[in-house]
């Protein structure tokens, strides 16, 4: 799941003398009124029914603007949830320049102590990307830096030789079209390249509001969008949903299934493929 967008809390004024004060104001006109806790509360009564789920991914923008404040709250919603989650942040989160102690380290018992991290069930190993930076008003595209590049390149590595199933999750979607320039990963390019040296079998990302299948630019990695968490939509693509994946080993590769479900429990989508790494692994 992604983009759950939790409403704020009271917040101090000073916190918007920045880009927040217009994100506020969009919050105000338009987004609380699309963006509802009790569709997100519903999705996640849905997926408590699943018990045969290993991990719950969120892939960021749980807060709205980045504040300590959220943070917190953050931080407490997150222990309530009937899994427990492993979190990456959006560009909501980090919106405007924050201390470290003040977010993302109140989020490491979900996430890491630094990006990339690697997350295991089973056979199956979840990486974590941060994309997320500030940007300037009117603009909220990502970057993975240099640094998490080469890390990326490292654990890659290591993880296809030991044969897991690895699943990349970052908020930004690493493909041109899927949104404009000011939102995009304007270093896809980079990215891309890693992968398609090294390999993965699977990257998840959130940003878009969208549920999409398509592949990483450059490559035939599956890339998979999700609409967020809270959007109250007609639409089938941006109605609020979650992603069910299961990953099982053949000989010639993973097994990926996908069911797309909706906040009332509707199946919406249901797709099957196999990656082209091969494995010899019990079932995640």
Same mark, same amino acid.
């Given at each position: ?35 509802? @806790?009790?569709? *997100? /509360? ?10 045969? +789920?290993?991990? &719950? =991914? ?77 940007? @300037?008003?009117? *603009? /909220? ?10 890390? +990326?390149?490292? &654990? =890659? ?128």
């Amino acid at each position: 799941m992604s983009d759950p967008h939790l409403p704020p809390p009271h917040i101090a004024w000073p916190s918007f003398l920045n880009k927040r004060l217009l994100s506020r104001i969009l919050w105000i006109s338009r987004r609380r009124h699309v963006l509802r @806790p009790s569709v *997100t /509360a519903q999705l996640l009564d849905n997926i408590a029914t699943h018990k045969e +789920l290993s991990a &719950l =991914l969120i892939s960021g923008d749980i807060t709205n603007f980045g504040t300590s404040e959220e943070y917190k709250q953050a931080a407490i919603w997150l222990k309530s949830l009937p899994l427990s989650p492993v979190v990456i942040p959006g560009n909501h989160d980090l919106m405007a320049p924050i201390a470290h102690d003040r977010s993302l380290a109140l989020w490491e018992p979900w996430s890491g102590k630094e990006f990339p991290f690697v997350r295991y069930f089973g056979k199956v190993a979840v990486i974590g990307l941060n994309s997320a930076l500030p940007t @300037p008003p009117f *603009t /909220a595209y990502g970057r993975i830096d240099r640094k998490q590049l080469t890390k +990326l390149a490292r &654990l =890659l590595a290591e993880l296809g030789e030991e044969r897991y199933c690895r699943v990349i999750m970052l908020h930004h979607p690493p493909r041109k079209g899927l949104l404009p320039y000011r939102k995009s990963l304007i270093n896809t390019p980079a990215f891309s390249r890693v992968l398609s040296t090294h390999g993965a079998e699977l990257v998840l990302h959130g940003h878009s509001h969208d549920a999409t299948v398509t592949t990483v630019e450059g490559t035939s990695i599956p890339l998979l969008g999700i609409s967020a968490a809270a959007m109250n939509s007609t639409s089938p693509e941006r109605r609020a949903s979650w992603n069910h994946l299961t990953f099982t080993p053949q000989d010639t590769g993973w097994q990926i299934e996908l069911m797309r479900k909706d906040h009332e429990g509707e199946t919406l989508s249901h797709l099957t493929w196999l990656s082209n790494t091969p494995v010899g692994q019990t079932a995640c």
